[in-house]
């Protein structure tokens, strides 16, 4: 069984197809990517790359058409339980309350009250909703949404986290405030992140490393290190000269796809 050198997550010559009325869609191919245990990737490329795509083939939600994905060195094969997923929209429930919000997995777990209230109340207090326990989802700001949700999928305690464009809805201060939310809470409890984005700021504010995709069938262009301090502060990054050459860098390696890209039909 291969050892920690083989990366909690890898995709070895990974290749994604789906039948489509009319045709075939070629979404990913040869994707070659390993992402160590407490390692932050974040994936950039243009729109229908097939981001999304390994990021459900990691959750095991279908098998690969080509080539492997293992998780722990392991082929996925069915729904990986390892891994939790936050996408664009919260998908709170609008009759519960926060607190009923984020007891929903420890419910699912069968975790006693007392055990339900105490976990409720910490992951509260990590994700920063003190005092809004008893609020309803309609009665929060879109980031303090975010955050409820967060704190949700972290009531599970996945290992790893799938986020596709978790932040997109959000305004540019409350991204921000949960760029660096996330970037803390997933260094102090060890998560291992990989985090879909178009924004290419976020893409290096975040990353530990960037994979760069080239347009469908997308496979990976280029790997870039973001060689930031891990504890970096987000609040000063625009002033920090390596930030803004790997922003700029990541720029010109997508504007050629992103000036050519009009095709959006299945490739056959
Ligand atoms: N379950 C599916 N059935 C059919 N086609 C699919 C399915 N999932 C993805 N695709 C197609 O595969 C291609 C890649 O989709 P994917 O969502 O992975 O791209 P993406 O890079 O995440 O896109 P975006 O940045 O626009 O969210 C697209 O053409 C999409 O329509």
Redesign the pocket.
Request: hydrophobic share 40%; proline share 8%; charged share 15%.
């Given at each position: 069984m291969p050892g920690p050198a083989a990366g909690l997550i890898s995709f070895e010559g990974f290749g994604k197809s789906?039948e489509?009325p009319g045709g075939t869609?070629h979404?990913?191919r040869d994707v070659n990517l390993t992402v160590d245990e407490g390692e932050f990737v974040t994936l950039v490329?243009?729109?229908?790359?097939?981001?999304?795509?390994?990021l459900?083939a990691v959750a095991g939600l279908?098998p690969a058409s080509a080539g492997t994905v293992r998780y722990r060195g392991q082929p996925v094969d069915g729904y990986n339980r390892s891994v939790g997923y936050m996408t664009q929209s919260d998908h709170l429930l609008p009759w519960r309350d926060v607190a009923g919000n984020i007891a929903v997995p420890l419910e699912i777990q069968g975790r006693s009250r007392a055990e339900i209230r105490e976990r409720v109340q910490a992951l509260v207090g990590l994700v920063g909703l003190t005092g809004f326990e008893k609020s309803y989802p309609t009665q929060l700001s879109g980031g303090m949404r975010k955050r409820c949700a967060l704190a949700r999928l972290l009531a599970y305690d996945p290992e790893t986290l799938l986020m596709?464009?978790p932040f997109g809805a959000l305004d540019a201060q409350l991204r921000l405030g949960m760029q660096i939310e996330i970037r803390k809470l997933c260094r102090d409890l060890g998560k291992t992140v990989l985090f879909?984005t178009?924004d290419l700021d976020e893409a290096v504010a975040l990353a530990d490393r960037c994979a760069v995709?080239s347009p469908?069938p997308?496979t990976i262009r280029r790997i870039v290190d973001v060689p930031l301090p891990r504890d970096r502060d987000l609040l000063r990054l625009r002033h920090d000269r390596r930030y803004v050459e790997l922003t700029a860098e990541l720029w010109d390696l997508l504007a050629p796809s992103i000036a050519t890209h009009a095709d959006?039909e299945?490739t056959r």
């Open positions: 789906f489509v869609v979404a990913a490329g243009p729109s229908g790359c097939g981001k999304s795509t390994l459900n279908f596709d464009e879909v178009h995709f469908r997308g959006m299945p």
